[in-house]
Each structure stands twice: as C-alpha cells, then as structure tokens.
C-alpha cells in the first residue's frame, strides 16, 4: 500500500541537541507538510512544501528547519532543541492533482527534550 | 490566526447510542475534512466535504457541510467501542491553501 512513514518513532533527547525528523512517502504526492500536536491542542501547521524547490512556513517555524531532498522525502529539523518542542510530530502529504485538499498523515515521532 | 472551533471537547458515549459534534468559523470555507487518531497512531481521514450543503456518509459516520459555509457536523450513529478516539475537523479558507485544524473533540467510553 502506498504510505507515509516517520523515524524516528521515538525519541529522546537534551536541551541544545540537533535532531533531524524524516518522512518518506509512496504515494506519489507532490505537498508534504510538517505538524506539531500538543496535549489538548490540535495539529498545528510547522512548515509545508508544494514542491521540491518550494519551502513555505508555516504558523509556528520558529526554532525548526525542513529540507526537500526529492518529492517524496521532507525532514524536519530542530537547529538546538528545548523542552517546549516536547511534542508529537506528523508529516502528511497530499496531490495538487486531484484538486481536493485531502491530507494523509504518517504514524508520528514522539519527541521528547529534557 | 484563523481558528477553528469545535465542540464538545470531549464526550462519553454509550454503546448504541448516537453522537454529534460540530465545528464552526467566522470566516467562509470550501472545504471541511473530518479525521478520527486513536493512540499513539496519525490522524485517518473519514469524510471529506467539499460543496455547501452537502451531506456524506462513510458506514456509521455522516457529515455535513453548513449551508453558511462556516461550520460543519459530524454524526456517529450507533455508537461502539472501537469509535472511542480523538475527532478532528479541519477546513480550507476560501482564500487559502492550507488547512487549519479544530482542537479535537475526545470520545471515551461511559463507565
């Protein structure tokens, strides 16, 4: 089955840390995009891509970085993590082809910072 | 920023019984989409709705497009265990082109 995959699915790291997010895809999907979801709170949007050579932020990019390498793999990475990125996180795709807006999410990384 | 509202935050359901829960915006869509995330999984798309007024049904579940274009409802009609999870809505602005999320409404189970 065509699929969205995340490593890793676990994490944990320290304050200062690099940490690097990917996300992989078989769907043949043009966008990928990158969220954060906290306790209580919906999926916020941290940056997204159109394309290969497209990169846009999103709502809340501070603190994050993403890097396109091909049109199926968007990583996301944290520069210097600190506690308040302890948060899960999904990748999603979906085809600009279709001309719908349905959004299909990978599993997750649950990333924790001490 | 734009936000979504939804409600209730959190319901107990019955098993058989019927369940509603709605999301509403000041600002106009064209298109609402309705997930469900159980634990430790990402978010699975259930209904997508993409015209005012329309009504769609996947199996037990039914959602509507608000004739207004601001809101949305989604239906879970005889309810089961297995429907316990977390429903998100989440909707494109008519003059977007990404989607904003509400915060979720939690279904758990009646002790």
């Known amino acids: 089955d065509a699929d969205v995959t995340q490593t890793p699915r676990n994490r944990i790291t320290k304050t200062g840390k690099r940490i690097m997010l990917e996300c992989s895809q078989t769907?043949?999907?043009?966008?990928m995009y990158w969220y954060r979801q906290d306790p209580g709170l919906g999926l916020r949007l941290i940056y997204y891509?159109?394309?290969?050579?497209?990169?846009n932020k999103g709502e809340i990019s501070d603190g994050y970085s993403v890097s396109r390498q091909a049109q199926a793999k968007f990583s996301l990475s944290l520069e210097s993590a600190i506690p308040n990125q302890t948060a899960l996180y999904f990748c999603?795709?979906?085809?600009?082809?279709?001309?719908?807006?349905?959004?299909?999410f990978g599993p997750g990384t649950r990333l924790t910072v001490l | 920023g734009q936000q979504l509202n939804q409600s209730p935050q959190s319901m107990f359901i019955q098993e058989g019984e019927d369940v509603s829960m709605n999301c509403t915006s000041s600002?106009?869509?064209?298109?609402w989409l309705w997930y469900k995330q159980d634990p430790g999984e990402g978010p699975v798309l259930l209904i997508a709705l993409y015209k005012a007024g329309e009504l769609t049904s996947n199996g037990r579940l039914t959602a509507q497009f608000g004739i207004t274009r601001k809101d949305s409802f989604l239906n879970i009609s005889a309810s089961i265990p297995s429907d316990v999870g977390i429903y998100f809505c989440a909707g494109l602005f008519a003059a977007g082109n990404k989607l904003t999320f509400g915060g979720g409404t939690r279904v758990l189970v009646k002790p």
């Open positions: 769907k043949g999907h043009d966008r």
């Open positions: 600002s106009i869509f064209n298109t």
């Open positions: 891509s159109f394309d290969v050579k497209d990169i």
């Open positions: 999603a795709t979906s085809d600009s082809g279709t001309g719908r807006n349905e959004q299909f």
